[in-house]
């Protein structure tokens, strides 16, 4: 089958989204699917900044073609780029035709799918992912109208689980039969624990180290993170923590490293290349994730598939694969006593982290390798082939403000 993959973001940003992009492209070759990816890319210094930026690197046996988010940088104007992806996809039909195009990530790339789709007469999905599940359409009347047209009249919708499932539904009202259920997943191959792990066991005896790996976004509760640590040094329980990744909190989380006082317990390694990422995670003994709200964390896997502990929170998106007390620790988001509370037991209890981290290493083999999420996704590819779009969905003429528009690079 010959297929059409819009990317919202693509390495070099480093994002869930890019990760599930890569592991899904490549599964899809290993399926025979001839596959051609449109990656819209931020280039301009405040992106590259916030996101890692650039055009997308070659994808082994994929067509890759990289748009500039010109109008996204311009100031928030999503429209231009919407069009941008449509007449690129135009382009490259006409010279091969396509069987069907999945877009990832509702806005903007899932309304260009859908217009696509009503140009060319193919059919289309849309993978909901993150942000636009979570805040995009409750921001404006024109990202509401956009969300409601993908949500009620794409072929069909992927979504990681069932407690995001049910806060899209409150958002938008989206019916629950309209989501087609199917987890985030992991490479094993390439996220295993280190050489000589052991469950549990601490690399240095008495100096446990937390990872934070990921968006470094207050919404990620980065900076509740932070808190949680003074705290635990405060209570005579210092622990050590890597933050790895870039965001638009980067700054703020260094700032607050410093008013903290926590300069010698924190190591801030900015951007980290995805090749580099697997060694990020056997360098700790614990990983943490503090936030507020996933689709499905692609951190939280990989760290389970490199045998660390995790501790998180009861937010949509975790609670799907992590229980508390049986695969990891889960707090209130937010609750910064509470984190500080389970990070001070993390560290201490040697047999806790050892039942968790392995009950957790076994889970990323069995459920969540990426092999067996690929070919659900290709057996809707097959379900969708041939059928005609729903076209029934129109978007106002006028576009509102917004804060996206103001500040697009939250989006």
Known sequence: MRICFISRRFFPTISGMSVYAANLLRELVRLGHDVTMISQFRGDPLGTKVYGGGPPPPVPGVRVIGLESLGEQRGGDFEADIAAIVQTIEQEHAHRPFDLIHAQYGYPPGLAALEASRRLGLPNLVSIQGGDGHWVGLCCPTHKAAMLAVL?????????????????????????????????????????????????????????????????????????????????????????????????DSDVVAQRVEELGLAELVELTGYAAYDDVPAIYRRADIFVSPTYAEGFSNTILEAMASGLPTVSTYAVGVVDCLRNDENGLLVTPGDVPALAEALGRMCADASLRTRLAQQAYDEAQTLYAWPTVARQIAAVYERLRGTAPDNAWTMPDEVAPCRYREQPHLL
């Open 152 to 248: 009620g009249h794409a072929g069909a919708l992927l979504i990681g689980s069932r407690s995001f499932a049910e806060e899209v539904r409150q958002n938008h009202g989206t019916p629950p039969e309209r989501f087609t259920i199917i987890p985030g997943a992991v490479d094993p191959e390439r996220f295993h624990p280190r050489d000589g792990w052991r469950p549990g066991a601490l690399i240095e005896p008495g100096r446990p180290l937390l990872l934070y790996h990921g968006r470094v976004d207050r919404r990620k509760g980065a900076l509740d993170l932070l808190d949680a640590l003074a705290l635990l040094r405060e209570q005579g329980r210092a622990a050590r923590l890597i933050v790895s990744g870039i965001g638009p």
